[in-house]
């Protein structure tokens, strides 16, 4: 089918509404037919591409690993002993985020002897061995002071107290246990 060239006729304009000859009208993108002196071309916002959505998973993921309990090292001279004839030590460690009843072992300084590692135990002071503090199975702690006889529940972030099987104190009162002392799980693994 041919159409005619209407080059005598005209043709309104969907925009204005006004009679332009037909040869200079076009169609725009939204199927308006307009004269050139009227054409908008298509806003470029308007052809948005679709972008796929976000990956949502790793490529060979694993699921977290829980971390072996380590210890952790503790103020110059962490411990002091409660009174004369007495076993109960309190330990003075900020923040030490230790649980109440659990069991904790003490260590010294991180030693290496034929080839082997291990640790060497606490300083001894007042009377307690530092042997006695180290010992393998370690203490069951409490957190807070040891103050008059019973616990003292106002020190239980900054303090914790045990007592030790075989030694008491001489003197009481008395702070040691020296430098580097850790506290942990009784026994560590890699």
């Known amino acids: 089918m041919a159409f005619s060239r209407g080059k005598h006729s005209k043709a309104i304009s969907d925009r204005s509404g006004m009679a332009f000859p037909y040869s200079e009208m076009v169609k725009e993108w939204n199927g308006m037919l307009v004269h050139i002196s009227e ?17 949502q998973a790793l490529q060979d993921a694993r699921t977290d690993r829980t971390e072996n309990a380590v210890a952790t090292l503790m103020p110059h001279d962490p411990f002091t002993t409660y ?78 107290y045990f007592t030790v099987d075989t030694s008491t104190a001489t003197t009481g009162g008395i702070t040691g246990g020296g430098f580097p ?9 890699a």
């Open 39 to 55: 054409y908008e071309s298509k806003q470029p916002q308007l052809d948005v591409e679709g972008k796929g959505s976000d990956p």
């Open 83 to 160: 009174a004369a004839s007495s076993g109960v030590i309190n330990v003075n460690y900020p923040g030490h985020g230790l649980t109440n009843g659990n069991t904790y072992r003490f260590r010294g300084a991180p030693t290496v002897s034929n080839g082997s590692g291990g640790y060497a135990d606490p300083a001894t002071f007042d009377g307690i061995a530092g042997s006695n503090i180290a010992k393998a199975a370690g203490y069951a702690i409490t957190t807070g002071k040891y103050v008059g006889g019973s616990r003292d529940t106002d020190f239980t972030s900054d303090w914790f």
């Open 181 to 189: 002392v850790s506290v942990g799980p009784a026994t560590l693994s």
